[in-house]
């Protein structure tokens, strides 16, 4: 595997630690972590200022009663199940995402497939499957778009992705991004606003895109 | 309980013997519950972080009702987790805040928030004392960093790691004069990483 050469960004690794990002794009930074370990430490380098921060608020008494509570708590609850681990190529956000099973893909045409993972007003998530040597329609859109490779590779106009590294794509990138000729590419998308396509055909397209 | 129950066992080769260079006492106590689910030192834990958990989740937006029961739930995940904790990465209180982080992600967007896979340490590893060391110097150095900030500046990362910031205003915390103590906690957490991977690749 070569060196993870994308990262995110402190702006977005900042809100996630801090719980400020939506979900679906919280789920490729937590994929990301899951690959690459710079990421990983610089994110728990601001975990260890948000303990700094929670070791200096004022505190705030508990009612009284509260620690037999919890006392009483720890008898009766057992621990929690563990949660659903990485499978083959998907780290564990994304097995987490897929609900523990295997895709679902739908195709798209031209050999393209998606399946949608979430999708609320702050933001939609998704895999996309792209033959190898395939393009995905040029498109641009009103927002940010993180894009995890999580096998193969794409090359667009910002340069070549390979497994682990992610692309941030603001509203003013106009990219088609294609799939290298190594195998078919298998990336995690998180969109906060519709992808708009620019050919005719994948305007077509774009209903069935669902986002 | 004495002090000294709750020390790791890779005090005794000396490294941390000096109290001003050894993990924090919240850090001990988390360590004794992970060792030997001991509940003195799980009380400890509660007396220390339960009053500071509640102040930050009504900061956050909670009642004062509803902010004890998310104690309460934070606690319980702390008792259930501690296996998991890992002295070389975090301290107590960086562990615990991710902990109510993610517990208040799970209320407010009804899904748990997605978990990075866990880090698989190499079977039977010493711990590495100067490792834990290093990261409580570095962090206590990020605390004295923190005291000597404007009110203004300390309000920011309060209320990003608080409450909620809205995006615009995340990059604000990277102009605060906390850059340097932590890249070189990130260097030391990388350089960790490195080391556990040689260690696996014989
Ligand atoms: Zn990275």
């Known amino acids: 595997m070569t060196e993870i050469t994308h990262h995110i960004s402190d702006h977005l690794l900042d809100a996630y630690v801090t719980g400020n990002l939506p979900h679906a794009f919280s789920v490729v930074v937590a994929a990301h972590l899951s690959l690459c370990d710079a990421c990983r430490a610089r994110a728990e380098a601001a975990e260890i200022l948000g303990g700094a921060l929670l070791d200096r608020v004022a505190p705030s008494a508990m009612s009284s009663g509260a620690k037999e509570r919890l006392l009483a708590a720890l008898e009766d609850t057992s621990p929690p199940s563990a949660p659903i681990a990485r499978s083959g190529i998907f780290p564990a956000p994304v097995m987490q995402a897929l609900g523990g099973q295997p895709p679902k893909w739908r195709m798209l045409g031209g050999g393209i497939r998606q399946q949608i993972l979430s999708a609320d007003r702050e933001g939609s998530l998704r895999l996309l499957y792209i033959p190898a040597g395939r393009a995905v329609p040029e498109h641009s859109h009103g927002g940010l778009e993180l894009t995890l490779v999580l096998q193969g590779s794409f090359s667009d106009s910002e340069g070549r992705f390979g497994v682990g590294d992610v692309e941030t794509a603001g509203d003013e990138i106009d990219h088609q991004p294609m799939a290298g000729m190594e195998g078919p590419c298998i990336c995690l998308a998180a969109t906060d606003a519709p992808l708009r396509f620019r050919a005719m055909i994948p305007r077509l397209l774009q209903p069935l895109f669902r986002i | ?202």
């Open chain 2, 1 to 202: 309980m004495h002090h000294g129950d709750a020390r790791p066992a890779s005090e005794e080769n000396g490294f941390l013997s000096n109290d001003k260079t050894s993990p924090t006492q919240p850090t001990l106590w988390l360590l004794a519950v992970r060792d030997r689910r001991d509940r003195t030192a799980f009380l400890q834990l509660f007396d220390h972080f339960g009053p500071r958990l509640k102040a930050m989740l009504i900061r956050g937006g909670l009642r004062d009702g509803s902010a004890e029961d998310v104690v309460q739930d934070v606690m319980l995940t702390v008792w259930h987790k501690a296996a998991q904790f890992d002295a070389h990465r975090a301290e107590a209180s960086a562990w615990i805040y991710r902990i109510a982080r993610n517990r208040r992600i799970d209320l407010a967007r009804r899904k748990p928030p997605p978990e990075p896979d866990p880090l698989a340490e190499p079977e039977g590893s010493e711990p590495d004392a100067p490792q834990i060391l290093a990261l409580g110097q570095e962090a206590s150095m990020l605390r004295r960093a923190l005291e000597a900030l404007s009110p203004d500046q300390a309000k920011v990362l309060e209320q990003a790691y608080f409450e909620d910031l809205p995006h615009s205003r995340i990059s604000e915390m990277t102009g605060l004069p906390l850059g340097t103590i932590k890249s070189r906690i990130r260097l030391g957490l990388e350089r960790l990483r490195r080391d556990l991977k040689d260690l696996r690749q014989p």
